[in-house]
């Protein structure tokens, strides 16, 4: 921001409107708009800063607990020439992403649920706010806390309650009921209206048949001050998966390494080391699962084809003894001995063929390339059984009914061994099998809560606080309606800024002072002459000098487009530093309206213009001195119910040019050019009238018609006087522009008047 304010020993030239060098905003402009809402900064960023702190001290602390599962690659089929060729085109695709997903699958969190009866959730009432920060500084107490100002259905501390059974309805699924704690370990529960479910002591399960099903609870530990109340909720699987997940987190550390890490938060610190090392169970438990399922599903099978291979054994044996009996001993001759031998083979080979077709089928479809070798392996079997029947034929019919009886039999007991043995195998292989992931790490209970980080949550709330506070202060900038640029007005109406003055918190402070009648004849000028509010009016006093050169009088008449601008103070401190420059100069309070200059002399409100005017005191009378030297005051005087008719008065007129010939300098203080016509009237006798407008306050369209109805009636407009400049936060004010023994000139170039 740039101010036109003249050193006393140049001469300004103000004939026409002001123009900057440069349009663009350049940092020091920003730094003075924040500059102006600098309290507005520190009290939002002290603000964000506290609550942060507050969080930070008062948030539920989150626990995370970390484990660590290694996954091994599984080596090519086609040998380890594969694998080096691998290396060398680049490393295979990890399994990570596959073993990460199914961590976090139904499957095995589902089997975690269940292992730890998570579906189970019960949570104590805290009192409101602070009840949790409470009972969280009161951990390690053997018995419930007692209860302040007599709110025993809350959880102070030390409560423990134990339900390890939970049986719901469906539609009773993430239903929150209240469990009352009665005396001696009884309890009841109520649904959410409410409403008595059933009636329970703790150890003992209870139960009751309600419209929507059976419901069941056992409560195996229950240790609470009689009328604490607890939340109990059956949590439905699909609540409780999402959940998890969102708080189980499996990243693969380094890459492409099979080190999977898993992280889980929670606000209890056992219980998230607890869960990860479930996880991690169930995870190891169903990889060795997936690894021996094949061994498992043949084994299965074959447990089935026992019994009855059992049964054909015993059957054949019993029908070979049978007729042994019926027809004595029977010799076996070498022949039949031989054919019986092929016969076995051919049959034992047949049946065993027939059973890796029927496992196969398990696994593939008959269409499979191995099941169609084996239909065609059973093929040449039986056309060679055909072939040994023709020379079965051949033999005596006792021997061909031996023949198949010892046939049946010994098939039938070769098969059930090979069974046997094939089911010990299996069964030594499933138990033996290895999965190809590891637990390395095993998950520890933290020490320290991992959320929230309170050093890095008041960091942030400063940070934040602080950018608030300076996005508020340039979105306020951004909300302004009114001209706080000298330059505007001197672009758009041609008439030049003869001073900016700064805002003064002095003088606002002396303005309440005096509202409540603690302090008499307040003027800053006189008070403290070192303000930089008023070092500008000493500033404005050298540019009136020369700009009253060609003036007619040497009334000055100030006045703005609204009330409530600081013409007064303007008034009475510029005619106060003119004083105190050896002039005479008189201060006349023209708005007969709602004038208070009075207060800033420490005089009376009457008798003044209005009593001169109409004559019922003289002009002797209503001049008073102040405690300024060299400076007299006027005051408005009675409030007439017709100000401007009394202002048109020829006894005003003769008054004015009296206190002219009399004093250096006349300054008429005016009421506001438009709500009333009075400024009007009084300009036409003011050789030099200045517009006052308060910085950021006024629209341009404001001070364009304010102009326009003071050049209509008459009255030249000299300039402008900026006032209480930086006093609208996001406005430019003086910021950064200190000041050293004066003002000087920042760049504007003048253009020559237009009016």
Known sequence: MRFIVNDQNQTPNLTGPLTRDDEEINLRELLDIVWSGKWIVLAITVATTLLSVIYALTAQPIYQADGLVQVEKEKSALGSSVDQLSSLIGSPPTEAPAEIALIKSNMVLGSVIDNLKLYIRVEPNYFPVIGKAIVRRRTGLSAPAPAPLGLRRFAWGGERVRITALDFPENWYDLGFTLTVGQDGDYALNNGDGELVLQGKAGIRASVETPDGPVSIFVQELNARPGTRFTVTRVALQTLLGDLNERLTVNEQPRDSGMLNLQFEDNDRHFSAQFVNAVEDAYLSQNVERRSAQAAQSLDFLKKQLPDLRAKVDEAQAKLNTYKLKKGSVDVQQETQIVLQQSVELETQRLDLMQKRDAALLRYTAQHPVVTSLNQQIAGVEREQESLKKRVATLPETQQEV?????????????????????????????????????????????????????????????????????????????????????????????????????????????????????????????????????????????????????????????????????????????????????????????????????????????????????????????????????????????????????????????????????????????????????????????????????????????????????????????????????????????????????????????????
């Open 403 to 755: 023949l198949s009886l010892m046939r049946d039999l010994d098939v039938n007991t070769q098969l059930y061994t090979a069974l046997l043995n094939s089911a010990q195998e299996l069964q030594v292989t499933k138990a033996g099998t290895v999965g190809n992931v590891r637990i390395v790490d095993r998950a520890l209970m933290p020490l320290s809560p991992a959320k929230p980080k309170k050093k890095l949550i008041a960091v942030f709330g400063l940070i934040c606080g602080a950018f608030i506070g300076t996005m508020t202060v340039f979105a306020m900038r951004a909300l302004l309606r009114g001209v706080d640029r000298p330059e505007e007005l001197e672009r758009v109406l041609g008439l030049p800024t003869y001073a900016s003055i700064p805002y003064s918190p002095v003088q606002r402070r002396l303005m309440r002072r005096i509202k409540q009648k603690a302090a008499e004849g307040q003027i800053l000028a006189a008070l403290d002459g070192t303000e930089l509010a008023i070092e500008a009016l000493r500033s404005l006093r050298t540019s009136l000098h020369f700009a009253m050169l060609e003036a007619p009088n040497n009334i000055i008449m100030l006045t703005g487009p609204i009330a409530g601008l600081g013409k007064s103070f303007v008034s009475i401190n510029l005619g106060a530093v003119l004083a105190l420059s050896g002039k005479r100069t008189i201060v006349l309070d023209a708005d007969l309206r709602r004038g208070h200059l009075y207060k800033y002399a420490n005089t009376e409100q009457k008798p003044g213009i209005s009593e001169y005017i109409t004559g019922t005191a003289e002009q002797v009378a209503i001049i008073r001195k102040t405690a300024v030297q060299n400076l007299d005051f006027i005051a408005g005087g009675t409030r007439p119910p017709n100000p401007s008719e009394i202002l048109m008065h020829d006894r005003f007129a003769q008054l004015m040019r009296d206190l002219s010939a009399k004093y250096d300098y006349v300054l008429v203080d005016t009421p506001p050019v438009l709500p009333v016509t009075d400024a009007a009237i009084i300009g036409r006798l003011a050789g030099t009238t200045m517009v006052v407008l308060k910085s950021a306050e006024h629209p341009m369209r404001a001070i364009e018609e304010t102009v326009r109805r003071l050049r209509q009636a008459g009255v030249k407009v000299r300039g402008m006087i900026f006032n209480q400049v930086g006093a609208r936060v996001g406005s430019y004010g003086y910021g950064a522009y200190g000041y050293a023994y004066g003002y000087s000139s920042y760049g504007y170039k003048s253009k020559p008047d237009s009016t």
